[in-house]
């Protein structure tokens, strides 16, 4: 907060240096007591903050707009900086998101932008000993080892492993800098948080993303939270559900094998046993079936397949929901009344839904309860899926992932084809770069990469049982925390036999001291994204502009100048930036922005060009609080960030979409049908949608998708000018290049992506209706024979993957308590900037494990005890016990955000000088263990087992 002249003049806490206590805090960022004020102390730093006080109060303050880089929720910041120095922030007010609202972790942003504990320049390990070298040293050695491994086993065996932390313009660029490389073994953090809801949406109607808004639960009636706890993990977003609750007395319900922050504000709190989501969904509609609350009219005429989710849901007695949820039948129906006499609702899930072997069949099951109960395509309806990172959901969107291109366009030689034309590249060559064996039945180009979630097992597995020509020999971590993945003993193993390690990031993070390595690895120390600019995109799709608050500080740089470097080393800079400026070897953001614009047409990201997003973001206080519609000014009657799709191309001045499928608003004002991605029948059956059509439609039923041929069966071709057909003959709405395709058929109020029903069923995956199964480690061993896991597969993204094997072996006798994972409110991911920020350090100092009180007594240890926690795979932690009754009797609970420490030893001493974070622990994941969702290899750190015992002396 801004100091008044009157604070100035009243505020006489002194430290005895003419400057008060609150000036004093407020100019240098230092938090008093504990570990924060350890290091900041000194005379000579206070005399310093004294003297930079009177020469900035001298400057005018120039107020940047950023947006937060922690969670999805998208919060304004107002950043002010005086003579290049960030000196104050405020949060955005007026902004239609956060309102003026921030958490701590945003609060703290000050001091991740010029925070002492960065990576200052590159260094290499050498002999065991971190040395300063130059950046063209470390890109010429890198990119030497790199050629060197390329010429040798292909450029599979290099690694590119992306960040949720890169704005839009940098994940784009990333991805094609990892196919120019010729490789599809590129991933980001998104495949360990939310692949399994973005394949199980996606197959469900048609877009694998949030549906409506955090502002849109401003109009619910009641709220289902499963998996959730955003009061930690999105503490920004419970004012809008707030809302909901004060303006509606929405019933909220908070489902979770734990007693979060969250479900302290619930109406009613319901205790799951961990990994029986799916038994609980099925659960609530046996009795919304059974009673006839279902939405009959909403079934008949947009969902296909409801007819086999009743079939299996009959089997969900309420005695067999009972023993396997742990649910009683009563509390089950109050739910499920509950649901059904107040809606619209709308379901909520984070990441104790997706992390499981069975992530694909949770996240079905929780749509086609929203189903059944006519919840989709409306206000206070849909599914509002949290995100976790700031642009988890853009770098997705822009295809920083192993299994697709920017757009979900996927691998295929068409989608291949699309994307050289937008880059102008031949595509025989973008082939060339890649290997061109078949493996299996796929070259490599066309073959899914290794997924981040298994990268241990690119490095370990036996080659001949994997998918591509040799093992990974070279891993680069680019923005990505290791301690965020299971399997933490192996994953060092895997380290300690890679040739090459690169870690880009502006902190060393806890890969850089995990290992026993003595050579090999490079730490180059890549900005934060309020020292660059570009868009980002929320969890409601909006996209947003941030501008550079500070230029970079010691000698790090931004990411897409650092790809830039590699580019040019490695010899593909031309065909990178064939289209982009350079300027001081920095690429113009804009034109990247202006690039994927002119790509990415399956999901709407082609009508939000630089200059329409910097309007929205100067303007942001003209857009509605709930709607998010412009209201006036020079967005009147668009949405806040353009949420996509936002159809065509910028001069159509599409308003965006804030609600996915909702036929009330004609296509040309936001509105959709759900997708017809699937054909248009199934076994005979057809699977349009009947007599439902949005707003305006001149087709009164559903149909197919668009294409050349669609618009002259219809006669809408002559409504293409003469360039737009030249462009459009042969092609459809996802690779018209012209837009007008796209563009005629929202003139005659059609969706391009045509109008179908949504499906309960998936006919392509392991379980068409999902079902229960119980999870690879579970005590319950009457359940494993009754609800088993899967088969052992030979090959899933390219490596052998296990399931009954594991399965199969009890060892519950010897480790008899489920463990579970989750977040804190006070830090991030893995951690490694938030405990290294001085406010937020001083929160939360220690790692933990929560004990019911009777499981601690019976194993004879009490709160504030040291433990060792022990998985049945060899991971063992050292932590703090805490006791409560937050979980249940039998289960414990880990936060998953501590590195620094490793099996009981301390690593601090292997960082780099000066920039250890002030806080470490042992990782959560050395515990965690094997598991994997068969679709999109999402790991399992919801629900394992462990044994805990009193660490003795």
Request: glycine letters at 10%; proline letters at 5%.
């Amino acid at each position: 907060m801004r100091l008044t002249k009157r604070d100035q003049d009243t505020s006489t806490a002194q430290t005895g240096l003419g400057l008060s206590r609150r000036h004093f805090l407020r100019n240098t960022s230092i938090a008093t007591g504990g570990v924060a004020a350890a290091s900041f102390l000194a005379p000579g730093m206070i005399q310093q903050a004294e003297a930079s006080k009177s020469a900035v109060h001298s400057s005018p303050v120039d107020v940047k707009r950023t947006i937060c880089s922690h969670c999805s929720v998208g919060c304004g910041v107002y950043a002010e900086v005086q003579n290049g120095v960030w000196t104050g922030q405020e949060p955005a007010f007026d902004h239609p998101f956060n309102l003026g609202g921030h958490c701590a972790k945003g609060a703290a942003l000050r001091e991740h932008g010029h925070g002492e504990r960065r990576l200052k320049y590159p260094m290499k390990l050498v002999d065991g000993k971190w040395q300063k070298v130059t950046w063209e040293q470390a890109i010429d050695e890198i990119g030497d080892k790199m050629q060197a491994i390329r010429e040798e086993s292909g450029p599979d065996s290099v690694y590119w492993l992306g960040s949720a932390k890169f704005n839009n313009e940098q994940a784009y660029l990333f991805r094609k800098f990892a196919a120019l490389w010729g490789t599809n073994n590129v991933d980001h953090q998104a495949r360990i948080c939310h692949s399994t809801t973005v394949a199980g949406v996606a197959n469900t109607w048609g877009y694998g993303a949030m549906t409506n808004s955090f502002n849109d639960i401003h109009n619910c009636k009641s709220i289902i939270l499963i998996g959730a706890n955003p009061a930690e993990a999105h503490p920004v977003s419970l004012q809008h559900i707030f809302r909901a609750k004060e303006r509606n007395k929405a019933h909220i319900i908070c489902v979770d094998p734990r007693f979060t922050r969250t479900a302290a504000h619930a109406n009613e709190y319901i205790r799951i046993r961990p990994g029986s989501d799916v038994a609980f969904i099925w659960g609530l509609l046996w009795h919304i079936f059974e009673n006839g609350w279902e939405d009959k009219q909403f079934i008949a005429q947009r969902v296909y397949g409801m007819d086999k989710i009743r079939t299996e849901v009959a089997n969900w007695t309420p005695a067999e929901v009972e023993s396997v949820t742990g649910v009683p039948e009563e509390q089950m129906r109050q739910a499920a009344k509950s649901l059904a006499d107040n809606r619209p609702g709308t379901v909520i899930w984070c990441m104790g839904g997706t992390q499981h072997t069975t992530g694909n069949n949770n996240t079905r099951a929780y749509c086609i309860l929203m189903l059944a109960l006519g919840n989709m395509g409306k206000a206070g309806g849909g599914t509002n899926i949290f995100r976790g990172h700031d642009n988890v959901q853009g770098a997705t969107d822009l295809g920083v992932l192993s299994h697709t291109l920017p757009g979900y366009y996927g691998l295929t030689d068409g989608a291949w084809k699309h994307w050289s034309k937008v880059w102008d590249l031949d595509f025989e060559w973008v082939k060339s770069r890649f290997d061109q064996s078949v493996y299996r039945t796929l070259k490599p180009m066309n073959n899914s990469g290794i997924p981040v979630s298994r990268w241990i097992d690119g490095v370990l597995e036996n080659k001949k049982n994997i998918d591509q020509n040799d093992n990974l020999r070279a891993m680069v971590y680019w923005g990505h925390a290791v301690n965020s993945q299971t399997r933490g003993v192996e994953m060092k193993t895997a380290m300690e036999k890679l040739e090459l390690m690169v870690i880009v990031d502006p902190y060393p993070t806890h890969a850089a001291v995990m290992h026993d390595k003595k050579d090999g690895v490079y730490l180059l120390p890549a900005t934060t994204q309020f020292e660059t600019y570009g868009s980002v995109t929320a969890s409601n799709r909006s996209i947003q502009w941030r501008d550079k608050v500070i230029e970079p500080l010691f000698e790090s740089k931004p990411d897409h100048i650092i790809m830039h470097k590699f580019a040019v080393k490695l010899g593909f800079d031309e065909q990178l930036f064939k289209n982009i400026s350079i300027s001081n070897e920095e690429p113009l953001i804009e034109d990247i922005t202006r690039e994927f614009n002119r790509g990415m047409w399956t999901v709407g990201y082609t009508g939000q060009s630089p200059e329409r997003i910097k309007e929205h973001q100067q303007n942001w206080h003209t857009f509605n609080e709930t709607s998010l519609k412009g209201e006036g000014g020079p967005a009147d009657g668009e949405y806040y960030g353009m949420p996509w799709p936002c159809w065509g191309t910028p001069e159509m001045r599409h308003p965006g979409t804030p609600i996915l499928y909702d036929t009330s608003k004609s296509v040309a004002e936001g509105g959709l049908p759900f997708r017809a991605r699937y054909g248009v029948e199934h076994e005979g059956t057809n699977i349009l949608a009947e007599g439902s059509f949005t707003k305006g439609s001149e087709i009164k039923d559903g149909y197919p998708e668009f294409s050349a041929e669609l618009l002259k069966k219809l006669g809408w071709w002559s409504d293409l000018t003469q360039e737009e057909q030249l462009a459009a003959d042969g092609k459809n709405w996802k690779t018209d290049m012209s837009g007008g395709i796209q563009r005629v058929a929202i003139k005659h109020g059609c969706a391009p992506f045509g109008n179908a029903k949504a499906r309960a069923i998936v006919w392509t995956f392991p379980d068409q209706v999902p079902l229960h199964r119980e999870p690879l480690y579970s005590n319950r061993r009457d359940l494993v024979s009754k609800y088993p896991t899967f088969d052992d597969a030979e090959s899933i993204y390219r490596l052998p993957t296990l399931y009954k094997s594991i399965q199969a072996k009890d060892v519950s006798t010897d480790f008899p308590i489920i463990l579970t994972s989750g977040r804190l409110v006070e830090y991030e991911g893995g951690g490694e900037e938030t405990r290294s920020n001085p406010w937020l350090a001083e929160l939360q100092q220690e790692m933990f494990v929560e004990v019911n009180p009777s499981d601690a007594n019976t194993l004879g240890f009490k709160n504030g005890d040291d433990v060792w926690l022990i998985g049945p795979e060899g991971g063992r932690i050292k932590i703090k016990a805490l006791i409560t009754p937050r979980v249940d009797k039998g289960v414990a609970f880990l936060p998953f955000h501590f590195g620094g420490q490793f099996q009981g030893k301390d690593l601090t001493s292997k960082y780099p000088e000066g920039s250890a974070p002030y806080v470490t622990g042992e990782a959560a994941n050395t515990a965690m263990t094997y598991g994997y969702d068969p679709v999109t290899v999402m790991q399992e750190t919801k629900v394992s087992l462990c044994r805990i015992e009193k660490a003795t002396a």
